[in-house]
Nanobody, 124 residues
Framework: QVQLVESGGGSVQAGDSLRLSCAASGGTISTYTLGWFRQAPGKERDFVAASMWHGGTTYYGDSVNWRFTVSRDNAKNTVFLEVDRLKPEDTALYYC?????????????????WGQGTQVTVSS
């Protein structure tokens, strides 16, 4: 059973940057595909980014762009999401998730383990 704990969120100004972290325990992330999702109030949970368990390939959601970078440190069992030049529309609860396969990585329902989320609030 993998446990995931996100951190690094907060209340920031537009234009600031944040680095979100997701620390895993109970399993080795090197064998998991790791995803980041976000959910704004009243909206569905959207795919943000994923880091594949093999090869280190990364993918990003259609709603995000070059401002987002996903990375992982297998030695620290941690995955990161860096967001630059934050905008008010980035305000959401950001979740990390893990799955043992690399298919359907864009779909929240395909992930086996979830963290509790870290809130990001961006004011203009």
């Amino acid at each position: 059973q993998v446990q995931l704990v996100e951190s690094g969120g907060g209340s920031v100004q537009a234009g600031d940057s944040l680095r979100l972290s997701c620390a895993a325990s109970g399993g080795t992330i090197s064998t998991y595909t790791l995803g980041w999702f976000r959910q704004a109030p009243g909206k569905e949970r959207d795919f943000v980014a994923a880091s594949m368990w093999h090869g280190g390939t990364t993918y990003y959601g259609d709603s995000v762009n070059w401002r987002f970078t996903v990375s992982r440190d297998n030695a620290k069992n941690t995955v990161f999401l860096e967001v630059d030049r934050l905008k008010p529309e980035d305000t959401a609860l950001y979740y990390c998730a893990a799955k043992s396969s690399d298919d359907n990585y864009r779909f929240a329902g395909s992930y086996d383990y979830w963290g509790q989320g870290t809130q990001v609030t961006v004011s203009s």
